[in-house]
Each structure stands twice: as C-alpha cells, then as structure tokens.
C-alpha cells in the first residue's frame, strides 16, 4: 500500500478533527443549536471545506456511530454457530449494549438519538436501514430459529425483527433518562429474554 501524500495526511487530520470538535459542540450544546458555521469557526476552517468530508452536521455523528457495524461483524465470529438461534441474539444484544456503556458512552447516544428525532427518518435511514449488519445478523437468527422450530412460524421474519429491535431501543432509551444505577446489559438481557420467550414454539 503506497503512503499518504502530506495532502492526504492534512485531509484526514482536518476530517478528525471536524468529527471531535463537532461531537464536542454537540455534547455540549445540544444538536440542534449547534449550526455548520459554529464547528467551522473552531477548526477554523471553511464552511467547503465542511462539506467536502460531510454532506450535512448529522453525517458526523453517524460516521461515529457507523464504528457500530464493524464491532457487530467481529462478535459474529465469536458466536457459538451450534447455539439455539435465540441465545445467539441475546449474546448479541449482550455485547452491543457492554459496547454502548463502555466504548460510546451516553453522550454521544443522546446526540444520536435527539438527532434522529429532530430529523424526518426516512426509509432508508441509517438507523433503520435494513443493509445494516445488525439487521441482517437478527434476520438471519430469526430464519433459523424458525427453520429449526424454536421460534413461531405465524410471525413473518421482518415483524419478529421489529419487536426484537424495538426492545433493544425501548431499554437504549430507558438507560439514557435513568442515573448510573441502571444496569443495560442486564436489563436488556432480562428484558428481551421474556419477549423472545413468547415468540418461541410453546411445547
């Protein structure tokens, strides 16, 4: 792989420090009031030199968050293959929600969160986006799971998927407007066992 030419070196510098100072801005003052001309006057930068890295404020926090996708793909390789479809997902959840306390911290979920609700979420929005590793990780689970006869065949896969991701959210959101004293990984991993639970085959 050839090296970085020094005009490279200073895009990717000016690109990192655009996504800190902007996530600083947002941590601080909330989302909404942070406009596109305030994050350039800190870098010092100007408002083109914004837009060639990002198309828009919100695209800086979701190339934060997009880190999300490729620590999915390295807890896919770990996962046990000759587990019940249902233990994969709550294995899954388990992760994902020790990655949110520990590596992305309440702060920037907020900002994510506030910013998606501030924003008209389009089908193809990057949260709900069905291409997103996860999504496809859930589908897959779900599938088997009904394949192997765990999980109902009433349901169609996509509807499994939206209770299964809407307890993921419900506890997300729960954490956020709780004190330090609530548990995630816990609550999500009780939480979302009673609600697989009821989507299994009663036998």
Same mark, same amino acid.
């Given at each position: 792989m050839n090296a970085m030419t020094?005009?490279?070196?200073? /895009?990717?510098?000016t690109r990192e420090k655009l996504l800190k100072v902007s996530l600083d801005l947002?941590?601080?003052?909330?989302?909404?009031?942070?406009?596109?001309? #305030?994050?350039?006057?800190?870098? #010092?930068?100007?408002?083109?030199?914004?837009?060639?890295?990002f198309p828009s404020?919100?695209?800086?926090?979701?190339?934060?968050?997009? +880190?999300?996708?490729?620590?999915?793909?390295?807890? +896919?390789?770990?996962?046990?293959?000759?587990?019940?479809p249902s233990e994969?997902?709550?294995?899954? %959840?388990?992760?994902?929600?020790? %990655?949110?306390?520990?590596?992305?911290?309440k702060d920037l979920l907020?900002?994510?969160?506030?910013a998606a609700?501030?924003?008209?979420?389009?089908?193809d929005h990057y949260l709900i986006n069905p291409q997103r590793l996860i999504f496809q990780m859930i589908n897959a689970y779900i599938e088997e799971g009904i394949q192997l006869g765990e999980f109902r065949q009433g349901l169609e896969v996509g509807q499994i998927q939206t209770i299964i991701q809407r307890c993921m959210r419900a506890n997300v959101y729960d954490w956020l407007i709780h004190n330090?004293?609530?548990d995630l990984s816990a609550e999500? /991993?009780?939480?979302? /066992?009673?609600?697989?639970?009821?989507?299994?085959v009663k036998k």
């Open positions: 020094s005009r490279q070196k200073k /895009a990717l510098e947002f941590n601080k003052h909330g989302f909404e009031h942070v406009s596109v001309e #305030q994050i350039t006057k800190a870098c #010092q930068v100007s408002k083109g030199t914004f837009y060639t890295h404020k919100y695209d800086v926090i979701l190339e934060k968050f997009k +880190e999300l996708d490729s620590f999915y793909g390295s807890v +896919e390789k770990n996962i046990d293959r000759t587990l019940p994969k997902i709550l294995l899954l %959840y388990q992760e994902q929600m020790k %990655y949110l306390t520990h590596v992305v911290g907020r900002t994510v969160y506030t609700m501030t924003n008209q979420v389009e089908q330090e004293d609530f999500m /991993a009780q939480f979302t /066992a009673v609600v697989l639970d009821g989507l299994k």
